[in-house]
């Protein structure tokens, strides 16, 4: 089994985001985050929709947490310590990478109707 409280900790520290805030922003109780970070769920024992609303949350995919090339080729995590990063610049570019896979999709479901 896999656990991924580390790296749900890691990303929400990146982010400057607590349990509550994340609770709040993906629908969630506060128990359920606090229990994913203390791994007492495994991931493949999290719900998925709720995995979904947490990554949602924190700009990233479900496989961020369990697989490192994923997670070497975020946005976030591929441009630290290129300059000063503050919590706002880091969303700001979380946003740009949501906007990037937006438009990979648009564009791969494009030129598949071609």
């Known amino acids: 089994m896999q656990y991924i409280g580390s790296e749900l900790q890691d990303r929400m ?3 400057g985001i607590d349990i509550s805030t994340l609770s709040n922003m993906a ?8 229990n994913i970070i203390n791994d007492k769920f495994a991931f ?4 998925e929709f709720d ?6 949350a924190l700009h990233c995919d479900t496989q961020y947490f369990v697989n490192d090339e994923v ?4 946005l976030l995590i591929s441009t630290m310590n290129r300059g000063k990063d503050t919590v706002k610049s ?9 906007f ?4 990979a999709f648009i564009c791969e479901v494009l030129s598949e109707k071609a």
């Open 90 to 98: 880091k969303n700001v570019k979380a946003r740009i990478q949501d």
């Open 71 to 74: 997670r070497k080729k975020d």
């Open 27 to 34: 629908f969630l109780d506060e128990t359920v985050i606090s």
């Open 13 to 15: 520290d990146l982010l």
């Open 51 to 56: 995995l979904s609303l947490i990554c949602s």
């Open 44 to 47: 493949e024992e999290i719900d």
């Open 100 to 103: 990037m896979n937006d438009y």
